[in-house]
């Protein structure tokens, strides 16, 4: 029986629990050539289903070195290709022999001129949701943790990094073979790595920042604070299960603000405002060493586990660290996005991913991602707090951490947790409605504070020249300005606060779309260029979205796209061409 829709896993079958990985880069045919040897839970015999997308097996062996009978079928459109094994009786592992795609859909093979540096190729990984076949054939879902070796062989002139613990680098001639161990058992999208010309500065004791060598020390003034972060963390939710936490700052083609790879945190080059203002991302990425790598969504369908938590402890962090007033302004512009998107949804007739738990059957992971599963997640998981009181909400939080720790949970799991740890709270809030209801319930929480207050009070007149707003509340401001705007008071703002040549993408965005929204085309070139020099969805989207809903700039859309696609990572590139699909 599949025990998720998203993978070929049958819980009828042995379980994967660890991995040993070799795996050679080749840059010159954007493939790895590789050997993963699985071992399994206990001496097995019989059918084996592994997922895999764009494998090329050679051979397939027994832990005794004999050959295992397999078949590759032919691949499905979301889930790939199932390998299927046949296992001599006793058998403790199976070791497969393969080379990936040079398309692969969990990797992104970046030419020289691509990186800051101009000089040496990229590559990375991104296995969120169900990439990780793309680069291993495993039991590809949260369900099936496992702990790995692993020896990545790379240019000698390049550092490979992983997320895992360093054992060592031996040079032999022009390559370089380095040699990690990941203790902890992780959820197989949080296999990661990436290869490249990088250097690091020390952060603090358990963490240190990487990057391009044109970028670290900037990157290093940015994530000063990280240690801050990790104990306000820790005071929140108990002990940092992970070692270390270090920050990889990838090229502008990653897609996300960040990626939770634990021990190694991925994130955009965009945090890199010159002002501190963006950091709060990693209080979010930090936020799933607890939610989400600590405790995990069984599935694709129960994805607000994973998100509505870690956006609840990242709003309690950012209290922790900058004040509620910020807090509130953060949670202020999620709720605008989470408005708008539901509106989105319902009017485009997907009404059901505006629930949190989600049926995905038939549905790619990536193109039902949203907003929602983190902001009415975090607004269910706020309206709990509020129902019994913070400091008994607290002592649940570490419960709930503690019981599932290291285990993957469904939504039902979660509820009946909930009821037992806190008997009839879920009939008080009308969980029903905020787990299987579309839209959000009426009296869904909405965050107060003076600051915010103070930036609705401003309306939509012009603001004085010497407005000295902080980032945050100038993108509140932005996204809350009705649309469109005449297009001299938009020449008016950009001309008094200069907007289009914003260096906080934030900022930048958020007026681009009004700019866009209100048909002041002056902005375009900057549009175009954002297009062709970010590959974060969390901008993509709702740019070439703006210039969808113009007729006169539909075309635009269309061309920028296909002048820019091939250097967007293949999530995103799959992702902006659906929604160009969609017109």
């Given at each position: 029986?599949?025990?998720?829709?998203?993978?070929?896993?049958?819980?009828?079958?042995?379980?994967?629990?660890?991995?040993?990985?070799?795996?050679?880069?080749?840059?010159?045919?954007?493939?790895?050539?590789?050997?993963?040897?699985?071992?399994?839970?206990?001496?097995?015999?019989?059918?084996?289903?592994?997922?895999?997308?764009?494998?090329?097996?050679?051979?397939?062996?027994?832990?005794?070195?004999?050959?295992?009978?397999?078949?590759?079928?032919?691949?499905?459109?979301?889930?790939?290709?199932?390998?299927?094994?046949?296992l001599?009786?006793?058998?403790?592992?199976?070791?497969?022999?393969?080379?990936?795609?040079?398309?692969?859909?969990?990797?992104?093979?970046?030419?020289?001129?691509?990186?800051?540096?101009?000089?040496q190729?990229?590559?990375?990984?991104?296995?969120?949701?169900?990439?990780?076949?793309?680069?291993?054939?495993?039991?590809?879902?949260?369900?099936?943790?496992?702990?790995?070796?692993?020896?990545?062989?790379?240019?000698?002139?390049?550092?490979?990094?992983?997320?895992?613990?360093?054992?060592?680098?031996?040079?032999?001639?022009?390559?370089?073979?380095?040699?990690?161990?990941?203790?902890?058992?992780?959820?197989?999208?949080?296999?990661?790595?990436?290869?490249?010309?990088?250097?690091?500065?020390?952060?603090?004791?358990?963490?240190?920042?990487?990057?391009?060598?044109?970028?670290?020390?900037?990157?290093?003034?940015e994530?000063?604070?990280?240690?801050?972060?990790?104990?306000?963390?820790?005071?929140?939710?108990?002990?940092?299960?992970?070692?270390?936490?270090?920050?990889?700052?990838?090229?502008?083609?990653?897609?996300?603000?960040?990626?939770?790879n634990?021990?190694?945190?991925?994130?955009t080059?965009?945090?890199?405002?010159?002002?501190?203002?963006?950091?709060?991302?990693?209080?979010?990425?930090?936020?799933?060493?607890?939610?989400?790598?600590?405790?995990?969504?069984?599935?694709?369908?129960?994805?607000?586990?994973?998100?509505?938590?870690?956006?609840?402890?990242?709003?309690?962090?950012?209290?922790?660290?900058?004040?509620?007033?910020?807090?509130?302004?953060?949670?202020?512009?999620?709720?605008?996005?989470?408005?708008?998107?539901?509106?989105?949804?319902?009017?485009?007739?997907?009404?059901?991913?505006?629930?949190?738990?989600?049926?995905?059957?038939?549905?790619?992971?990536?193109?039902?991602?949203?907003?929602?599963?983190?902001?009415?997640?975090?607004?269910?998981?706020?309206?709990?707090?509020?129902?019994?009181?913070?400091?008994?909400?607290?002592?649940?939080?570490r419960?709930?951490?503690?019981t599932?720790?290291?285990?993957?949970?469904?939504?039902?799991?979660?509820?009946?947790?909930?009821?037992?740890?806190?008997?009839?709270?879920l009939?008080?809030?009308?969980?029903?409605?905020?787990?299987?209801?579309?839209?959000?319930?009426?009296?869904?929480?909405?965050?107060?504070?003076?600051?915010?207050?103070?930036?609705?009070?401003?309306?939509?007149?012009?603001?004085?020249?010497?407005?000295?707003?902080?980032?945050?509340?100038?993108?509140?401001?932005?996204?809350?300005?009705?649309?469109?705007?005449?297009?001299?008071?938009?020449?008016?703002?950009?001309?008094?606060?200069?907007?289009?040549?914003?260096?906080?993408?934030?900022?930048?965005?958020?007026?681009?779309?009004?700019?866009?929204?209100?048909?002041?085309?002056?902005?375009?070139?900057?549009?175009?260029?954002?297009?062709?020099?970010?590959?974060?969805m969390?901008?993509?989207?709702?740019l070439?979205?703006?210039?969808?809903?113009?007729?006169?700039?539909?075309?635009?859309?269309?061309?920028l796209?296909?002048?820019?696609?091939?250097?967007?990572?293949?999530?995103?590139?799959?992702?902006?061409?659906?929604?160009?699909?969609?017109?």
């Amino acid at each position: 029986m599949r025990i998720d829709p998203h993978s070929y896993t049958d819980d009828r079958h042995a379980h994967v629990r660890s991995l040993d990985w070799e795996a050679r880069v080749d840059f010159a045919t954007r493939t790895l050539d590789a050997v993963a040897t699985l071992h399994l839970d206990a001496p097995a015999a019989g059918p084996l289903d592994l997922d895999t997308r764009g494998l090329a097996v050679d051979r397939v062996t027994d832990d005794r070195g004999a050959a295992v009978p397999f078949v590759l079928h032919p691949a499905e459109a979301i889930l790939g290709s199932r390998l299927a094994l046949t296992l001599p009786e006793g058998t403790r592992a199976v070791t497969v022999a393969y080379r990936t795609a040079a398309d692969a859909s969990a990797l992104q093979w970046l030419d020289p001129a691509q990186t800051a540096g101009g000089a040496q190729p990229y590559l990375f990984s991104q296995c969120q949701a169900i990439h990780a076949r793309s680069v291993v054939p495993l039991q590809d879902t949260p369900q099936r943790r496992v702990t790995f070796t692993a020896k990545l062989t790379v240019p000698a002139a390049l550092r490979g990094l992983m997320a895992a613990a360093f054992d060592g680098r031996d040079e032999r001639g022009d390559v370089a073979v380095e040699r990690w161990h990941m203790p902890q058992p992780i959820a197989p999208y949080l296999f990661a790595f990436a290869v490249g010309d990088l250097a690091s500065r020390e952060l603090g004791a358990r963490s240190r920042v990487w990057a391009e060598p044109a970028v670290v020390d900037a990157a290093a003034w940015e994530f000063a604070g990280v240690d801050a972060m990790l104990a306000a963390g820790e005071a929140l939710f108990g002990p940092y299960a992970w070692d270390r936490f270090d920050i990889l700052v990838m090229p502008p083609s990653f897609p996300y603000g960040g990626m939770e790879n634990p021990r190694l945190t991925f994130v955009t080059p965009t945090l890199l405002a010159g002002d501190r203002s963006q950091v709060r991302v990693i209080s979010h990425e930090l936020a799933h060493a607890w939610s989400g790598n600590l405790v995990t969504n069984a599935h694709a369908g129960h994805f607000w586990l994973n998100e509505g938590w870690t956006r609840y402890a990242e709003l309690r962090m950012v209290e922790v660290l900058e004040g509620a007033d910020t807090a509130a302004l953060v949670s202020a512009i999620c709720r605008k996005d989470l408005d708008e998107t539901v509106a989105r949804f319902i009017a485009e007739g997907h009404g059901g991913l505006t629930r949190l738990r989600t049926h995905l059957e038939g549905v790619d992971p990536d193109e039902a991602f949203s907003v929602v599963p983190y902001d009415k997640g975090e607004l269910f998981l706020r309206t709990l707090e509020q129902a019994v009181g913070r400091a008994r909400f607290d002592v649940f939080a570490r419960s709930y951490l503690d019981t599932f720790r290291f285990g993957a949970i469904t939504t039902e799991a979660f509820l009946e947790f909930t009821e037992r740890a806190l008997p009839g709270v879920l009939a008080r809030v009308d969980a029903v409605r905020w787990v299987d209801g579309e839209g959000l319930p009426d009296g869904a929480p909405r965050a107060r504070s003076a600051r915010l207050d103070a930036v609705a009070a401003m309306g939509d007149a012009l603001p004085p020249a010497d407005a000295r707003l902080s980032t945050t509340e100038w993108n509140l401001w932005l996204e809350r300005l009705p649309r469109p705007q005449p297009t001299d008071y938009c020449a008016a703002l950009d001309a008094r606060f200069g907007f289009t040549s914003s260096g906080n993408m934030e900022v930048k965005v958020a007026w681009l779309r009004l700019a866009l929204a209100s048909g002041y085309d002056p902005v375009l070139p900057e549009v175009a260029r954002v297009l062709g020099a970010v590959g974060r969805m969390k901008y993509l989207v709702p740019l070439y979205s703006a210039l969808l809903a113009r007729p006169e700039t539909r075309a635009l859309a269309s061309e920028l796209f296909a002048r820019h696609a091939p250097g967007y990572h293949p999530i995103a590139r799959a992702v902006v061409r659906g929604r160009l699909d969609r017109g």
